[in-house]
């Protein structure tokens, strides 16, 4: 008697003894520590002429599927730096193995989740692993960013929300962290102050302080002419 390990049909020539004869036939199949079985009942008759006959009834198929948990991806551990060439450095880890890319543009598409081809530039680490590092290379200076990750692992997909962050002569402005910072003794520190502080004058909040600050000093000398103008009037002298 034999299985075919593909078809799984069973085949068998009994002899002539095993005739007018029911035998019972068992089935097991095992996997590791799980087995499974199951009995048939075979009757074999020996007519008059040819061959003995073999008549059976399979009882139901049963399939053993027994597979590892699969882990879930997750993104972790996320930093953007910058290297000593400031280039603009993405790094972070997944929970399994696989590979990745950063889509980023100079406008927000926060809202866009469903169609990340909004975002105009894409790099990928073009491996499998679970430690990511992805270069941007040298990006605008004082210049906001918008990103998000993404990580792939078979059927898997896991991506962060929109971060965004700003490059300066010494780091990175990541949310509200700064991260990566390079020294030198170029005085790019002092160059880097400079570039923040002209920042800040050239934006629209500081802007709209200036018109407050403006509008405050109008309002004050108004109010002092009136005054003027209401106590200066002909005066009576009295001898």
Do not use: C
């Amino acid at each position: 008697m034999s299985i075919n390990p593909y078809s799984g049909v069973i085949q068998w020539v009994p002899t002539s003894a095993q005739g007018n004869l029911t035998h019972t036939v068992r089935v097991e199949a095992s996997a590791g520590s799980d087995s499974v079985s199951q009995t048939y009942q075979v009757f074999v008759t020996q007519p008059t002429t040819g061959g003995p006959n073999i008549v059976y009834v399979p009882g139901p198929t049963r399939t053993i599927v027994q597979t590892a948990p699969v882990a879930d991806l997750d993104i972790f551990n996320l930093r953007v730096d910058n290297d000593e060439q400031m280039n603009v450095i993405v790094s972070f880890e997944t929970t399994i193995t696989a590979s990745s890319r950063v889509v980023y543009s100079l406008s927000s598409h926060v809202d866009d989740e469903d169609n990340i081809n909004l975002y105009e530039f894409s790099r990928s680490n073009g491996g499998q692993t679970t430690f990511h590092q992805i270069n941007l290379g040298q990006l605008q200076m004082n210049t906001t960013y918008y990103m998000r990750v993404i990580a792939t692992a078979g059927s898997q997909t896991d991506m962060t929300g929109e971060l965004g962050f700003v490059q300066l002569p010494t780091g990175i402005i990541f949310g509200s962290n700064t991260t990566g910072q390079v020294y030198r003794d170029d005085g790019s520190a002092f160059a880097s102050v400079l570039a923040s502080i002209g920042a800040f004058l050239i934006s629209p909040w500081f802007l709209l302080l200036i018109i407050i600050i403006l509008l405050i000093i109008l309002l004050m000398r108004r109010g002092s002419e009136a005054s003027y103008v209401h106590t200066s009037g002909p005066v009576e002298i009295k001898s």
